[in-house]
């Protein structure tokens, strides 16, 4: 590997013929005996390719990353080269986004009950797109920026989704006029309408419901006065292949209900809030096993010995948990399974194991019952799909740092992000070819934009 621009962007290249499974392999061979620390490989270049199907698969939807969901510095940049635009929760995501010299245009305030110094703190920095959904958070934005424009979620029925966000915001629809009134005495401008389905969306007809919902208030904004032209559709889309509702069965819902209710012609832009969809797949985290305890089967001591795979449970611990990457399991509702570094053998006996992270609570269990074989301390496991909300919320509770991460990225895939940065989109069919030669492409290559001179055409 070499690194790439290590001041602007941190990442190495992958040279050509190796994939990111192929850096975790690297990582564990070069790790001293006893210094066998939890990591992570994030490949950049997975999270262009996201970009490519979001913009394929919705083409009149743009894209502003949720950045809460995975705050990594080089995951921002990457985004904002690639012309994103990014959904801030507070001051300090804000402040994260306009470092990289993104445009307060690109930034939407998407946190519909502000603290007043942060609302002052968007105005005097250029941010105007901040939503709402309560008459209180109207009277202190007309207090603390008057020029905001404003967007009003509204609640949906999230009942199934993974992470329920309807619970805690948006209006319900016939709050709306009463909103939308008291907007307009304030004399604050309301841009448009946004929801989120919940997170990790299973029902693709919620995102219909929705946007029709979305529709009646432009309605009663219409009647009101204001000029209405923005939809926010939020998030919820996932972010691996191996959910139960994919990304393309959700697009072929949204694309329809949008060309029914907000035509191209009618004016209304239309943006959304991606964040695990861009995130998950692409990082894996690697831990090592710590410690091991066998628990003999009471009942099977004083039987005869050979009772091959069922007489013990294995108890490994491994050094991240609930408190670090996994509490997502606890937050976001996740089911993390390993895979093993190891190839066990065909014949390899498997055994009932439960994982637990190295805190001294209790609680810090990562997997209550899988299979695997008689590992010993010092052995590896993966996990894939460990991008979203895994970083973002961990701790180092009881002394245990956060991993190291290594970002890797593909010589395509970076002359994609400067193509992109430069020209825009490529035709599809270019964009194929870009990553199906990687092999000559990995070649050294002629390329050498730093991400300085994307900057002056995207960001
Ligand atoms: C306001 C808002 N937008 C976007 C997101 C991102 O959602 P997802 O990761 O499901 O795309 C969230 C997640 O909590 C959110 O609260």
Not at 12 to 31: H, M, Y
Not at 407 to 428: D, F, K, N, T
Not at 437 to 450: D, K, R
């Amino acid at each position: 590997m070499s690194t790439a621009n290590p001041t602007e962007f941190e990442f190495s290249f992958l040279e050509e013929g190796f994939s990111a499974r192929d850096i975790v392999e690297q990582k564990i061979n070069e790790s001293m005996t006893d210094d066998r620390d939890a990591f992570y490989v994030c490949d950049l270049g997975d999270v262009v390719k996201k970009h490519l199907r979001w913009v394929r698969a919705l083409p009149r939807v743009m894209p502003f990353y949720a950045v809460k969901c995975n705050d990594s510095r080089s995951i921002v940049m990457t985004l904002a080269s690639l012309g994103s635009g990014f959904d801030c929760a507070s001051k300090t995501e804000i402040q994260l986004i306009q470092s990289l010299g993104v445009d307060p245009s690109r930034i939407i305030y998407a946190n519909p009950c502000k603290q007043v110094s942060q609302i002052k703190y968007a105005s005097a920095h250029g941010i105007q797109m901040m939503t709402f959904d309560s008459e209180v958070e109207l009277m202190k934005v007309a207090r603390c920026h008057a020029n905001a424009k404003l967007v009003l979620r509204i609640a949906t029925d999230d009942s199934k989704a993974v992470c329920r966000l309807s619970v805690k915001f948006g209006a319900p629809l016939k709050a709306c006029r009463g909103l939308l009134e008291r907007a307009k005495e304030l004399g604050l401008d309301v841009i448009g309408v946004s929801f989120h389905v919940g997170s990790g969306c299973t029902d693709s007809m919620t995102y219909a419901q929705a946007i029709a919902d979305a529709r009646c208030v432009f309605h009663m904004g219409d009647e009101l006065g204001f000029n209405m032209d923005l939809l926010d559709i939020g998030g919820g889309f996932p972010g691996s292949d191996n959910t139960e509702l994919k990304f393309e069965e959700i697009t072929a819902v949204v694309n329809p209900a949008l060309d029914k209710y907000f035509p191209a012609d009618s004016g209304v832009r239309v943006i959304a809030e991606p964040g695990r969809f861009y995130v998950a797949s692409a990082f894996t985290l690697v831990v090592n096993i710590i410690a091991k305890k066998v628990i003999m089967d009471e009942d099977s001591i004083s039987d005869d010995e050979d009772k091959g795979t069922t007489d013990r449970t294995l108890m490994y611990y491994v050094n991240d948990g609930v408190y670090g990457s996994f509490n997502c399991i606890l937050f976001d509702h996740a089911h993390c399974l390993p895979t093993l570094h190891k190839k066990p053998k065909p014949d390899e006996a498997m055994y009932p194991c439960s994982i637990w992270g190295p805190t001294c609570d209790g609680l810090d269990r990562i997997v209550e019952q899988c299979d695997l074989p008689d590992l010993q301390v010092g052995d590896w496991l993966v996990f894939e799909n460990m991008g979203a909300y895994t970083l973002a919320a961990s701790s180092t509770f009881n002394g245990f740092q956060r991993p190291d991460i290594h970002y890797v990225m593909s010589r395509p895939a970076w002359q994609q992000v400067q193509q992109i940065c430069s020209q825009g989109l490529p035709a599809p069919a270019e964009e194929l070819n870009l990553f199906e030669v990687s092999a000559c492409c990995g070649q050294e290559s002629s390329l050498e934009l730093p991400l300085k001179t994307c900057q002056a055409h995207v960001v």
